[in-house]
């Protein structure tokens, strides 16, 4: 009788998880609306000038940009902005997202409907990550000597605010 081999897991930082989470999404969304460029309608709409409700100019170029700016930025700033501001930032983004998301989905392809539903599943877990991002403890974040401190600033647990 052999005992099963046991693999060793670590804990992964959120930002970790959420920069992850964007960035797949960000696949997911670009996979979806590049998909759409094969049907003969969209490319109908887009040869008269329209997307979607909107005439194409500036202005819609812009706000599409834009939208896909916010979470192309996330992806860095999950890993860098204050812990605070990161958690919030994602909560807010993530409601928004989900939102925007799943009403483009409304009447769209089946391919464009499981697309938006794995965006939304993923950007779920975004919001996840952020409500329960860990708390600091004071045995984190305050150690008991100096020689802890010079140990716990390599660590990939440190906690920053």
């Not at 997911?28 to 040869?47: H, M, P, T």
């Not at 700016?69 to 928004?96: C, D, E, G, K, Q």
């Not at 997202?97 to 965006?119: D, F, R």
């Amino acid at each position: 009788m052999s005992t099963p081999t046991r693999y060793q897991d670590y804990w992964i930082n959120p930002r970790v998880k959420t920069a992850a989470l964007w960035a797949s999404m960000l696949f997911i969304f670009v996979y979806v609306d590049l998909f759409s460029l094969f049907r003969a309608d969209v490319r109908a709409d887009i040869e008269a000038g329209k997307i979607f409700a909107f005439t194409i100019g500036q202005g819609v170029l812009l706000g599409m940009i834009i939208y896909v700016l916010v979470p192309s930025l996330m992806v860095f700033l999950s890993l860098v902005l204050p812990v605070r501001v990161t958690r919030m930032s994602n909560l807010v983004l993530a409601v928004l997202y989900a939102l925007t998301v799943a009403g483009g989905a409304i009447g769209e392809w089946n391919y464009y409907i499981l697309g938006s539903a794995v965006e939304v599943v993923l950007i779920a877990g975004i919001a996840y990550y952020a409500w329960t991002w860990p708390k600091a403890t004071d045995a984190v974040t305050a150690p008991a000597d100096q020689s802890q401190a010079s140990t716990r600033a390599h660590s990939p647990l440190q906690v920053r605010e």
